[in-house]
């Protein structure tokens, strides 16, 4: 098993390098740090190009694991003291996988329910807005330009593996995507809008979420076919976009289980 322990090692170099967004897209790669994301992409994905840990946490028991399920020649020691220049967790165990992110070529037709995300900044909101579309059975996300990094620690963090379950699809302009989109297009409202419970959602349909200040963009306002409201009987003015599409997704779920 290699060991690096300077920081002049082009490996690490490369490491570092992958703890920035832009640097992830130039270099279409991403780190994924700590045991779940791991454990994760190994049952979803199979091998990374690189596992690096430290030796403490080799010692633990999952890390161990892990590391007996991949190939010997990715497997590197880094020291303590280079990991932690590599590590965005607090109190980390110590294990990172470096794993290629291609973009996707955008499908001819798309004819399942998906998910657009125009425009919405917050690291958080991409994240758990992931995780509940693939707790959902959801296959295509598209991200417009102005999205958070789907691949980014922060959105892998609250993603907590949705993005190896998901197609992603990155930079999607509207004027692209709406010449291929087969389903009718949903956003929610919060004023005037029919109550989503209210609505057939059996079918296949786009959801569409924007920018957590400035909401859709003009081009998917255009394009819309149905606007739903999330009643809130206790009176908030509105939802957080991650709430507020988890109420969406589960309640397409609950129409096509009781379809």
């Given at each position: 098993?290699?060991?690096?322990?300077?920081?002049?090692?082009?490996?690490?170099?490369h490491?570092?390098?992958?703890?920035?967004?832009?640097?992830?897209?130039?270099?279409?790669?991403?780190?994924?740090?700590?045991?779940?994301?791991?454990?994760?992409?190994?049952?979803?994905?199979?091998?990374?190009?690189?596992?690096?840990l430290?030796?403490?946490a080799?010692?633990?028991?999952?890390a161990?694991?892990?590391?007996?399920?991949?190939?010997p020649s990715?497997?590197?020691?880094?020291?303590?003291?280079?990991?932690?220049?590599?590590?965005?967790?607090?109190?980390?165990?110590?294990?990172?996988?470096?794993?290629?992110?291609?973009?996707?070529?955008?499908?001819?037709r798309?004819?399942?329910t998906?998910?657009?995300?125009?425009g919405?900044?917050?690291?958080?909101?991409?994240?758990?807005i992931?995780?509940?579309?693939?707790?959902?059975g959801?296959?295509?996300?598209f991200?417009?330009?102005?999205?958070a990094?789907?691949w980014?620690p922060?959105?892998?963090?609250?993603?907590?593996?949705?993005?190896?379950l998901?197609?992603?699809?990155?930079?999607?302009?509207?004027?692209?995507?709406?010449?291929?989109?087969?389903?009718?297009v949903?956003?929610?409202?919060?004023?005037?809008?029919?109550?989503?419970?209210?609505?057939?959602?059996?079918?296949?349909?786009?959801?569409?979420?924007?920018?957590?200040?400035?909401g859709v963009?003009?081009?998917?306002?255009?394009?819309v076919?149905r606007?739903?409201?999330i009643?809130?009987?206790?009176?908030?003015?509105?939802l957080?976009?991650?709430?507020?599409?988890?109420?969406?997704?589960?309640e397409q779920?609950?129409?096509?289980?009781?379809?």
């Amino acid at each position: 098993m290699k060991t690096i322990t300077s920081r002049d090692n082009p490996l690490f170099k490369h490491l570092k390098a992958l703890t920035v967004p832009a640097q992830q897209k130039k270099r279409g790669q991403a780190l994924l740090e700590g045991l779940h994301l791991a454990e994760a992409y190994l049952d979803a994905l199979g091998q990374p190009v690189h596992c690096v840990l430290t030796e403490a946490a080799l010692a633990q028991v999952q890390a161990a694991q892990i590391v007996a399920r991949l190939d010997p020649s990715r497997v590197v020691l880094f020291s303590d003291a280079l990991f932690s220049q590599l590590s965005t967790l607090v109190n980390g165990i110590g294990i990172a996988f470096v794993v290629d992110v291609r973009p996707r070529p955008l499908p001819e037709r798309v004819e399942a329910t998906c998910v657009v995300l125009d425009g919405v900044q917050d690291a958080g909101n991409v994240g758990s807005i992931l995780r509940s579309a693939a707790a959902a059975g959801i296959g295509d996300v598209f991200c417009s330009p102005g999205t958070a990094h789907a691949w980014s620690p922060k959105v892998l963090r609250a993603g907590m593996g949705a993005q190896f379950l998901l197609r992603v699809h990155e930079q999607v302009g509207a004027a692209d995507l709406l010449a291929r989109l087969a389903v009718p297009v949903f956003v929610t409202d919060s004023h005037g809008a029919q109550p989503l419970y209210d609505v057939d959602l059996s079918g296949p349909l786009a959801w569409v979420f924007g920018n957590e200040g400035a909401g859709v963009s003009a081009e998917w306002r255009a394009a819309v076919n149905r606007r739903v409201t999330i009643p809130q009987p206790g009176g908030m003015e509105s939802l957080n976009v991650a709430a507020a599409a988890a109420v969406c997704f589960f309640e397409q779920c609950r129409q096509r289980r009781v379809a």
